[in-house]
């Protein structure tokens, strides 16, 4: 490879056709005599413009028609001709530089253009200066070279994990998943789809880890009023059902009641709304949300059967994920759940009963009301909940968390308007994320952010050595397994 | 006649006669003097034009160059003609040369050729080359005898042993066509002017000979002729005239030179070969009656696609042959891998002096 040009951040390479190289692979150009390295990525592969070329393609052209023969070429000229002709043009974004051995922001040298030596750098000099003490496979380069990473830098961060339908976004979610368990976090899965109850099973077996409870809601996941207390009661109320302000004052009076008298239940609740002395359009409303509450079967009066995140967690105190299975439940359920399930665990996460846990959101939109986007992104996070947002409409998460996500794991999207949302990732080049995105395989995805030392790269995803529900279902199954 | 002619003329025969083509072999003398004169340049430097194909000037120019006295002409000398189709084969030679830099003393240069043959309604070629080369005033002069070419006489210059050399190939390809093809039409590009150094006049007698004993007509077609009369080229006689015509000027034309060094071995025409087509000028073999000739032409133009006037045949040859300038990086960069020849970009004295300020070509780069 020979360094063509250079304009700003952006640097022209000439790549010739025995030099095996792909968008995403980085590229380490050293200057031998100034004793540094430009850490330069590619973002498009095009054919060099070499001189005469449309003539010779032209004249190809005809000869491939109605024009047969044969060359007498003793020199071999047309060796070199194809040599030419298959040049190709990298264009590289330069991402770095290197001193001395180590890593440099200092990018603004030129490298000699006759001098410099160019080649393909291993991904492990750019990740090499994360911590390892929590050091994880997340997957590999295009030749099949390790990318390890490490998971200090998922602590305290916000992810976004995005991409088209099926092109393995659930894959990466459920490795990380499973990762952090391992090293020992505690993870919460708000799970639409049913993609993650299995992660405790390994492929082909029927045990299943104790450090994977899947949770569904009204069945194994159920609260006592005791435990969840008005205000959480009340928010879900207000947000999951919308009960108008007068209507929550009259609820809040009737709750307190309900505490001094020490009989806080679902039953005592129930006969307490409609033997309140209030307005009748009130006692309806009020009426209304609870048997709505009460036929989600998410409340208990036995203490036994409700679950407990506190007790949960400190048993669990090597790892454990808890996968709250919202298949097929309707969207207030899923709203009740997710408010219940938040609120419990900002509690728990202001007492300190909880040092930090690992949030992963799937399709958010679904469930998660709109103030909660601003908080997650900012209260939260300082009470050390830390949130992985999955989806495959970008649209449906704020500008906003782009910008402010410090993880990033791009799959393949091919619509403009998805592409253009995607650009705003503050940590990365909108031309970047245009060139490499509209062209990855599956399972195959853009990692931008600090669990890649800041350094964008091209994955493929470890494979998962646990069962897994969700990846999409095919009716031709066989002719796709035999494509 | 060798052994290694004999090979040669046997794979163009073959070449020409039987599906599919099958290339011939370039004679192991040109292929010494390439390896020979490029050898000795090992590890020279070469100074490398900045842009090469910008002297990829007609090289094929007429012997005469001459403004000339004409009469009148009348329509009756307009020889009309209708394209009649025919079985005989066509086909075409063309060649070409480039200098890809200076060494220093004299320079690099290639050398192709192409041989085209119509068949039936299908194109088939043989591409001989590139053949690399060097040229200069240390050249290795004992090679070229051997290439055909005759001792010099005064100074040389670049300029002159490349067409020399070019002209050898082409004879060669020429004289190799016309042994194994027979009652074909044979095209080249050019004249049958001869009698300069370049194009010795025995050669083309003989190419000629060789021609009429195999019933092969052979016609030159020259783009550029440089017979004027008062400064309009000869083909502006036909410039009216929207039919296919011929119009012979050859008297006209012979009786305003002398004898001596030039020969007309070609009896001149001025030929339209296509309704509304370029007008060129077209030699026949002046021992060729004109009947002959006329039918020669009426059957190339009804055998072969004659688009703009100018044969298929033949436009393939020279696009084959030519030179483009991805060729051009090739072949350097073969120089320099195989014989160690190092590039350097040649400076340009008037950009130097001047900067944008110049007027040549090279201020553009």
Redesign the interface.
């Known amino acids: 490879m020979k360094i063509l040009k250079k304009e700003g951040d952006s640097i022209q390479l000439l790549c010739f056709p025995d030099e095996d190289v792909e968008k995403g692979d980085y590229i380490l150009i050293t200057d031998g005599i100034k004793d540094r390295a430009l850490i330069s990525q590619i973002i498009d592969v095009q054919y060099a413009n ?4 449309l ?2 393609l032209l ?1 190809d052209g ?2 491939e028609s ?13 060796s ?2 194809e ?3 298959d040049t190709r043009l990298l264009i590289a974004k330069i991402r770095g530089a290197m001193q001395n051995n180590r890593m440099s922001r200092d990018v603004s040298w030129l490298p000699s253009r006759i001098r410099a030596r160019v080649e393909v750098m291993s991904p492990n000099l750019l990740t090499r200066e994360l911590s390892n003490k929590h050091a994880f496979e997340l997957g590999s380069t295009r030749r099949s070279a390790v990318i390890a990473s490490d998971l200090s830098a998922l602590d305290g961060r916000l992810n976004i994990i995005t991409g088209r339908k099926g092109t393995g976004k659930s894959h990466l979610s459920r490795l990380l998943v499973t990762t952090l368990v391992k090293h020992g976090a505690p993870v919460v899965v708000l799970d639409v789809n049913g993609e993650y109850v299995n992660l405790g099973r390994a492929t082909g077996s029927r045990e299943s880890s104790t450090k994977i409870v899947p949770l569904i809601p009204g069945v194994n996941l159920r609260f006592s009023l005791n435990e969840i207390g008005l205000s959480t009661f009340l928010g879900i109320l207000v947000h999951a059902l919308s009960l108008p302000d007068n209507s929550s004052r009259v609820f809040a009076r009737i709750w307190r009641q309900l505490e001094l008298q020490n009989s806080l239940r679902m039953d005592t609740l129930g006969t307490a709304i409609a033997n309140f002395d209030c307005h009748e359009s009130i006692k309806d409303a009020l009426q209304a949300r609870f048997n709505t509450l009460d036929d989600s079967g998410i409340f208990t009066n036995d203490p036994k059967a409700a679950l407990s995140l506190d007790e949960v967690f400190r048993t669990h105190g090597s790892g454990v994920a808890l996968v709250i299975n919202m298949k097929n439940q309707p969207s207030t359920l899923r709203r009740i759940t997710v408010e219940l399930f938040i609120s419990k665990l900002t509690d728990l996460l202001s007492s300190h009963n909880l040092k930090g846990l690992f949030l992963f959101a799937e399709e958010a939109h679904l469930y998660l009301r709109e103030t909660y986007w601003d908080d997650i992104i900012t209260r939260m996070r300082h009470l050390g909940l830390f949130t992985t947002f999955i989806t495959n409409q970008p649209d449906t998460i704020e500008g906003g968390i782009y910008r402010q996500a410090d993880n990033i794991f791009l799959f393949n999207f091919s619509n403009e308007h998805d592409l253009e949302i995607v650009s705003k990732v503050a940590k990365l080049d909108g031309e970047t994320i245009r060139m490499i995105v509209r062209e990855l395989p599956p399972q195959r995805c853009l990692a931008v952010g600090d669990l890649v030392g800041n350094f964008p790269m091209v994955i493929n995803v470890r494979p998962l050595e646990v069962q897994t529900l969700g990846a999409t279902r095919y009716f031709f199954q066989d002719q796709i397994a035999a494509a | 006649m060798s052994h290694q002619s004999t090979t040669i003329q046997q794979s163009i025969s073959e070449f020409v006669r039987q599906e ?7 004679p192991e003398r040109f ?1 010494r003097f ?1 390896h020979l004169s490029i050898e000795s340049k090992r590890g020279e430097f070469l100074y490398t034009e900045p842009n090469v ?1 910008d002297q990829l000037l007609p090289t094929n120019c007429d012997a005469e160059s001459s403004s000339l006295e004409f009469g009148t002409v009348d329509d009756n000398e307009i020889i009309k003609f209708i394209p009649t189709p025919s079985s005989r084969p066509v086909a075409a030679i063309d060649t070409s040369t480039i200098r890809l830099g200076e060494l220093e003393d004299g320079s690099l240069c290639a050398l192709r050729g192409a041989v ?1 043959v119509l068949d039936g ?12 080369f060097s040229l200069g005033n240390s050249l290795l002069t004992d090679q070229f005898p051997s290439l055909g070419i005759t001792s010099f006489n005064g100074v040389s210059n670049v300029e002159i042993l490349l067409r020399r050399v070019r002209n050898s190939l082409e004879r060669w390809l020429q004289l190799s066509v016309t042994r194994s093809l027979a009652n074909g039409l044979i095209l080249i590009d050019g004249s049958l002017t001869a009698g300069t150094p370049d194009n010795p006049s025995a050669e083309m007698e003989n190419l000629l000979g060789v021609a009429r004993r195999s019933e092969n007509l052979m016609i030159a077609i020259s783009k550029n002729t440089q017979l004027r009369i008062q400064d309009k080229s000869i083909t502006a006689l036909l410039e009216v005239n929207s039919e296919p015509c011929l119009l012979d000027v050859d008297k006209r034309i012979r009786r305003q030179f002398t004898e001596f060094p030039i020969q007309f071995l070609g009896r001149i025409f001025v030929g339209k070969l296509a309704r509304s087509g370029f007008p060129f000028r077209i030699d026949f073999d002046r021992r060729i009656s004109t009947e002959d000739c006329v039918a020669g032409i009426k059957q190339l133009t009804g055998t072969d696609i004659v688009d703009q006037g100018y044969p298929e045949t033949l436009r ?1 040859a020279h ?2 042959s030519t030179f ?8 350097q ?2 120089a320099r ?2 014989f160690g020849i190092q590039l350097l970009p040649k400076i340009a004295l008037r950009r130097s002096l001047f900067g944008p300020f110049g007027t040549g070509w090279e201020t553009r780069y």
Do not use: N, W
């Open positions: 070499i001189p005469g070329i003539e010779d004249r005809i000869s109605s024009l047969t023969g044969e060359d007498v070429d003793p020199f071999r000229v047309s070199q001709l040599v030419l002709k | 599919p083509a099958i290339a011939g072999e370039l292929l390439c194909t085209v309604k299908h194109y088939k070629y043989t591409r001989y080359g590139p053949l690399m393939v696009i084959l483009t300038a991805s060729d051009v990086l090739a072949i960069s073969l891998a195989r």
